[in-house]
């Protein structure tokens, strides 16, 4: 170091501050102005980006939120949908119990209604087969009775005996 101050040459130092003052001179016509607008544009850039991103975010929460309530009001109308489909199978099997015993009921008074006349008309048949065998009974017994023609004299007598003359 102490040969450098010693060997000092005030025309090197001349020539080498105006090299300087040229460099930067050409660096702030040519190089400065296109660095700072492109450091500015950057900054732009970033800032556009970071707005953007913000913006994003918001639309975000915003969809988010958007979302929840949508999905809120899906799951009461789900609730709703339920509750009414539930209400609506109660009242048709409640409709089907109450026709069901309906039908029950006719079909029970139909089949009594049927039954007392299948017994009405078998006691009717078997009434008739008690006449018919009384009749063939009495007929046979008339005819053993009968038989006789002394007998069947004395009963025309005592049958006109009974019958009064006016």
Same mark, same amino acid.
């Given at each position: 170091?102490?040969?450098?101050?010693?060997?000092?040459?005030?025309?090197?130092?001349?020539?080498?501050?105006?090299?300087?003052?040229?460099?930067?001179?050409?660096?702030?016509?040519?190089?400065?102005?296109?660095?700072?607008?492109?450091?500015?544009?950057?900054?732009?850039?970033?800032?556009?980006?970071?707005?953007?991103?913000?913006?994003? $975010?918001?639309?975000?929460?915003?969809?988010?939120?958007?979302?929840?309530?949508?999905?809120?009001?899906?799951?009461?109308?789900?609730?709703?949908?339920? $509750?009414?489909?539930?209400?609506?199978?109660?009242?048709?099997?409640?409709? =089907? $119990?109450?026709?069901?015993? =309906?039908?029950?009921?006719?079909?029970?008074?139909? =089949?009594?209604?049927?039954?007392?006349?299948?017994?009405?008309?078998?006691?009717?048949?078997? $009434?008739?087969?008690?006449?018919?065998?009384?009749?063939?009974? =009495?007929?046979?017994?008339?005819?053993?009775?009968?038989?006789?023609?002394?007998?069947?004299?004395?009963?025309?007598?005592?049958?006109?005996?009974?019958?009064?003359?006016?």
């Amino acid at each position: 170091m102490d040969k450098l101050i010693h060997s000092f040459s005030y025309g090197l130092f001349f020539w080498m501050v105006i090299v300087l003052v040229v460099i930067i001179f050409l660096l702030g016509k040519f190089a400065w102005k296109p660095i700072v607008d492109a450091l500015d544009e950057r900054e732009k850039g970033i800032a556009s980006a970071l707005e953007a991103a913000e913006k994003a $975010k918001l639309e975000m929460a915003r969809l988010t939120n958007e979302n929840e309530q949508l999905l809120k009001e899906a799951r009461a109308e789900r609730d709703v949908i339920l $509750k009414e489909a539930k209400e609506l199978k109660d009242k048709i099997v409640a409709e =089907a $119990k109450t026709q069901a015993q =309906a039908e029950g009921a006719k079909l029970i008074a139909q =089949a009594k209604i049927e039954i007392n006349e299948q017994k009405n008309k078998a006691l009717a048949e078997v $009434k008739s087969q008690v006449s018919s065998l009384s009749l063939d009974i =009495a007929r046979k017994v008339l005819n053993k009775e009968f038989e006789d023609q002394g007998k069947q004299e004395a009963l025309v007598a005592d049958l006109l005996n009974d019958v009064k003359l006016n």
